[in-house]
């Protein structure tokens, strides 16, 4: 069983993720936002939300540098591909890995680079 500690610490690093998802599929390139996906008939739940994360953490964990984790959700409205690029180990001593990632949901698609960083219990954080 986990602790309520871990268990905070895990749901907080959930929230960071699932924010990062979000603003994957409302921006088309850094500085410059677009409608929110539900303005254009896509609306994602939170549980489409958790399902994108929780790829993520996956192709993170479980693919090395190069290879790309193509997935899509059970009902059809979401898929990706997560290709993490490099790992390398921060000046925290943690190790880190550049991931590139591809969202659609319904006819909008957004691409995005970024850094997650291995906590203690396993987890991967968004580096912010």
């Not at 309520?4 to 895990?10: Q, S």
């Not at 790829?55 to 479980?62: D, H, K, P």
């Not at 790992?87 to 880190?96: L, P, T, Y």
Request: aromatic share 6%.
């Amino acid at each position: 069983m986990r602790s309520t500690c871990e268990i905070e610490t895990i749901f907080a690093t959930l929230l960071v993720g699932v924010v990062a998802v979000a603003f994957i599929l409302m921006t088309s390139s850094p500085g410059t936002t677009q409608e929110a996906p539900t303005a254009r008939g896509v609306s994602l739940s939170q549980s489409d939300r958790v399902a994108a994360l929780e790829n993520v953490q996956y192709a993170l964990t479980e693919l090395g540098d190069g290879a790309s984790y193509v997935w899509q959700r059970g009902n059809g409205r979401l898929s990706g591909v997560i290709q993490p690029t490099s790992s390398f180990v921060d000046g925290k001593g943690r190790v880190c890995r550049h991931i590139v990632v591809l969202l659609s949901a319904g006819e909008k698609s957004r691409k995005t680079e970024a850094v997650a960083c291995r906590l203690g219990n396993g987890v991967w954080r968004f580096d912010s």
